[in-house]
């Protein structure tokens, strides 16, 4: 699956790229300079004009720069550095939470500085938080891009200045060494003889092109690259998928009363969806072909229970389990689930992740290899090279549309063989349309709970505008004086989760100070995972009656005595995931449960429809569909955004007109150019046999 090492050239390669970069690279996927020109913009930023201080409009992202009149340090409630910038058309104050005293020092009075950001109405006018910066003296003729700025999926501790230096060095170093301009008959016939170009225009388009047709990715560069991932992405699901062809499953034929015992032995019953859904992998688990099954349910349907009877016939049968969650949250409350259910049946559950402690670590693969576990239950900490199973018989991978398809076929060898592969059941909430599925998953069979367990009532959900905030904060008062618990969700617009964290810490001040009889929580991504167990484990005790949280709640938090919600901002967010967090509350039979949605007027019309499609229904599949229909074309983030697939550039939704063609050239290429073929493969996918913990 990886080219010749020999025409790899790692990214330390390049000046400043040194060891602690290069593994925050990795982490990207970037660990070969070619790697880097595959790691493509996802939206850029028009700075190539400077617009007066007094021109630029609230809630739009401009360029400006001034001279710096004022820098202060204020305390209020938290330390922050106000900038005050003059142009000579108006005033801006550059507005920071997060900041070192090496920067306020560097703010000083009298130099420029030149900003771009999103403007926002503050204290004393115009404001931007966290600006992307830069000082110089009034003597510096400083020059405006003549590109647009291309915006990159980045990492901790890796900020886009860094990456963008990163892939224009690469591209010099291509140029350089000549790579990634080889032809092929190949390539030749297939239009990727392009390919180099295509790139060097995806990371700096120039500033005459319009902007609204990159936004919609029709530029015939961006359908060139399109066009080669999805190709890409269907060779690496057939090459996956042929190297298995011909391996058996473990036949796990015995039947016992154990489970009978366990279904017997909870609090509640299991739905005739349930039911089915459990004979249908029941049945695959006990033939001698590899199980390869998608376990479709709605927001609360019971999947887990499913699974967990999965892994419980394979234990009877002598087989282990492997239980994959894409976040840590999940995969604490899986852990938790399975352990209260099997306790009383003697099954060795065990938790790994990138937070385990490493004595813990060791005794836990130490006790997996000789079969002392039976299931363990893990985020991606799982893919790593030395986690062997002594006798893998079940993968379980939920909310699979998390990981990569190369991935998720990693799985299939921990513990496996050349001849043997272990089941595999993958569940999901989110449902995907047909025309996804050749790209997203490959040949699976389906299975669908589509009912909810008895008692369980639908969500209400309303929307109310941002100046009815007071009426809200005093009616989640009332909520939570009568013992239930609440959520207020916290978005923001701008992938990042220094920002979103920042604006969960406002709302947690300024919701504290408004309700003080009332005890709040604060979770989000950037807190230490103990602090953030320690808040979620008192707001599940009732200690903690409102949690300020991020979207990091999205997947994982279950507290069914938790019945309103509150999700700030929601026009912000697609309808497939308003409805996962909305699933977070509704969880606890005869209890009737409410979704506010506390919007920012004024709204678009796609923003109105998805609020108006939310009231509407609770049905998760009627919402995917209306929420793939109202994405369409306008949307760059696309299926990247709803976390369907792990894609640079392609939306199968946006791009389906070129879904048949690619799917015709896979064909053809497989047939005609193996060697080519693991080259296009390499190019946008990696090397799958690299799964380090991210």
């Known amino acids: 699956m990886v080219e010749d090492n020999k025409d790899l050239h790692s990214v330390e390669n390049l000046k400043g790229v040194g060891p602690k970069i290069s593994q925050s690279l990795k982490s990207l996927g970037i660990t070969y300079i070619q790697d880097a020109m595959f790691h493509l913009p996802f939206r850029y930023e028009d700075r190539t004009v400077l617009t007066p201080i007094g021109e630029a409009s609230y809630e739009k992202s401009v360029l400006i720069q001034g001279e710096i009149v ?87 501790g890796l900020q886009q200045g860094r990456i963008r230096k990163v892939i224009k060095d690469s591209i010099d170093y291509c140029d350089n060494h ?78 016992t009363n154990t489970q009978n015992k366990f279904t017997s032995s909870l609090a509640f019953k299991l739905t005739n969806a349930q039911k089915r859904t459990w004979n249908e992998i029941r049945s695959d688990m006990t033939g001698k072909t590899p199980m390869r099954r998608l376990l479709q349910g709605d927001v609360g349907s019971g999947k887990t ?44 559950i065990e938790l790994l992740t990138g937070s385990t402690n490493s004595s813990n670590r060791k005794e836990i693969v130490t006790k997996l290899q000789t079969g002392e576990i039976n299931i363990l239950v893990g985020t991606h900490a799982l893919f790593q090279e030395d986690v062997i199973f002594n006798r893998l018989g079940l993968t379980v991978i939920d909310e699979q549309h998390r ?62 505008p941002n100046s009815m905030r007071k009426k809200v904060i005093k009616r989640i008062e009332e909520v939570c004086l009568t013992g239930q618990r609440v959520y207020w969700v916290c978005t923001l617009i701008e992938d990042s989760e ?42 599940r005790e009732g200690k903690i009656q409102l949690l300020v949280c991020t979207t990091v709640i999205e997947v994982g938090v279950d507290v069914p005595e938790a019945t309103l919600m509150i999700i700030e901002n929601p026009e912000r967010l697609g309808l497939s995931q308003l409805h996962q967090l909305r699933g977070r509350v509704g969880r606890k039979a005869d209890s009737d449960s409410h979704c506010l949605l506390l919007y ?21 599949f009627e919402i995917a569909e209306k929420d793939l229909e109202l994405r369409g074309a306008g949307d760059i983030f696309g299926v990247r955004q709803s976390g369907l697939m792990d894609l640079k550039i392609a939306n199968p939704i946006r791009d389906s007109d070129l879904l048949e063609e690619a799917q015709n050239e896979a064909i053809i290429i497989a047939k005609d150019n193996d060697s080519f073929a693991k080259v296009i493969v390499r190019r946008w996918i990696g090397d799958r046999a690299d799964y380090s913990e991210s």
């Not at 005459?208 to 990715?217: M, V, Y």
Request: glycine share 6%; charged share 25%.
């Open 600 to 620: 920012k007027e004024p709204l678009t019309a796609l923003a109105e429809e998805r609020i108006r499609t939310m009231q509407k229904t609770n049905d998760g």
């Open 498 to 539: 220094e920002l979103e964290a920042q604006s969960a810490e406002e709302l947690f001040k300024e919701i504290s100070e408004s309700l003080p009889n009332i005890d709040v929580g604060l979770v989000h991504g950037r807190l230490k995972k103990k602090a953030k167990d320690q808040v979620i484990k008192k707001f």
């Open 178 to 255: 000549n790579l990634l301009k080889e032809t092929s008959s190949a390539s030749m016939d297939s239009g990727f003889n392009n390919l180099w170009e295509n790139l060097k225009f995806i990371h700096h388009p120039p500033a005459h092109i319009d902007i609204q047709t990159l936004i919609e990715g029709q530029h015939p560069a961006q359908r060139a690259l399109i066009k080669e991932e999805l190709v890409a992405h269907m060779l690496c699901a057939g090459i996956l998928k042929n190297e298995l062809e011909g391996r058996s499953g473990p036949a796990m034929e015995k039947i």
């Open 305 to 348: 229970l499913v699974g967990a009877l999965s892994a419980l016939h394979a234990h009877e049968n002598g087989w282990q389990t492997a239980f994959m969650c894409p976040t840590e949250i999940l995969a604490e409350q899986h852990h938790l689930s399975l352990t209260e259910w099997f306790s009383p049946h003697d099954l060795k």
């Open 403 to 464: 990981f990569g398809v190369h991935q998720r076929f990693s799985m299939l060898e921990k513990g496996g063989t050349k001849q043997l592969s272990p089941h595999q059941l993958i569940m999901t909430a989110t449902p995907i349309p047909r025309t996804l599925a050749m790209t997203v998953y490959g040949s699976l069979e389906t299975s669908i709970i589509d009912e909810l367990p008895p008692g369980r009532k639908p969500v209400e959900t309303s929307a109310r």
């Open 70 to 156: 004022k820098s202060t340090v204020v305390f209020r409630g938290r330390r922050m550095l106000f900038t005050e910038i003059y142009d000579g058309t108006g005033r801006i104050t550059m507005r920071m939470f997060n900041f070192a005293m090496a920067q306020h020092k560097a703010l000083k009075e009298g130099l420029m500085v030149r900003c771009y950001g999103s403007v926002t109405p503050g204290p004393n006018g115009k404001q931007m938080i966290h600006p992307q910066y830069q000082i110089f003296n009034k003597s510096e003729d400083l020059e405006v891009d003549n590109s647009l700025t291309p915006v990159y999926p980045t990492t901790s």
